[in-house]
């Protein structure tokens, strides 16, 4: 397996714009997590699902981050609108319900720069 | 909830020191316990985890850590670094029914040849 898989690597895009980030979780895994990795905050959970269904969102910061996961092999963390503060590299990780005690797998990030 | 402190923010030495970083975890139950390692521009890679059974275990490129639970501390050592070893270190916990990771704030080591 290719491991986690985000898109894109790297993301600049202006305030106010929309900025959609992409997960493939590793086959199998039943678990996805986005996590926000700032200097300030460190790593942040900001929402996980389990087979697809959120499962705790309280970390997400604002009613402008939504994410969704349609299907077991994709999930989406959009921004809208973006903002500098926004700034930050997004991880997605993933991990398997078939054997209760597991870690999780992340994937390389997004690095998003709202100017 | 289970909250993990890191004691060390940033930790400099040379090659072939040795290593120790800090962690404790607030949680009074069971508790799985993870190192992780960020080399610099990359993702966060697994080093060691401990479920249970002998609470010293060992990682991947010479590291260990030891689970003391009587402390509540999962504190991570390598005997001799090497520059390589150049890296952020993160201690995290989730409990065994929750797959909610919780990390620490990280500790930047940075080894001078």
């Known amino acids: 397996d290719a491991g986690v898989i985000q898109s894109p690597r790297h993301e600049v895009t202006e305030m106010g714009q929309e900025v959609t980030l992409r997960c493939k979780p590793i086959s199998g895994h039943d678990y996805l997590f986005w996590y926000r990795q700032t200097m300030m905050r460190g790593l942040e959970l900001l929402i996980y699902?389990?087979?697809?269904?959120?499962?705790?969102d309280s970390g997400m910061p604002e009613d402008r981050f939504s994410a969704k996961m349609p299907n077991a092999s994709f999930s989406t963390l959009k921004i809208q609108p973006s903002e500098p503060r926004d700034s930050a590299v997004y991880f997605c990780?993933?991990?398997?319900?078939?054997?209760?005690?597991?870690?999780?797998?992340f994937g390389q990030g997004t690095r998003l720069t709202v100017v | 909830a289970q909250s993990v402190s890191q004691h060390n923010h940033h930790v400099i030495l040379s090659e072939a020191a040795s290593l120790e970083l800090g962690c404790n975890y607030s949680?009074?139950?069971?508790?799985?316990l993870f190192w992780y390692v960020q080399y610099p521009g990359q993702h966060l890679q697994l080093l060691l985890k401990?479920?249970?059974?002998?609470?010293l275990v060992k990682g991947i490129k010479g590291f260990e850590a030891e689970f003391i639970k009587s402390k509540f501390s999962f504190n991570l050592r390598k005997p001799s670094v090497q520059w390589s070893d150049t890296a952020e270190y993160f201690c995290a916990v989730n409990a065994p029914d929750d797959y909610k990771l919780s990390f620490g704030a990280g500790t930047t080591v940075t080894v001078r040849a």
């Open positions: 990780a993933s991990s398997t319900l078939g054997a209760r005690n597991t870690e999780a797998f």
């Open positions: 699902f389990n087979n697809n269904v959120p499962i705790d």
């Open positions: 949680y009074g139950g069971t508790v799985n």
């Open positions: 401990y479920f249970s059974g002998d609470p």
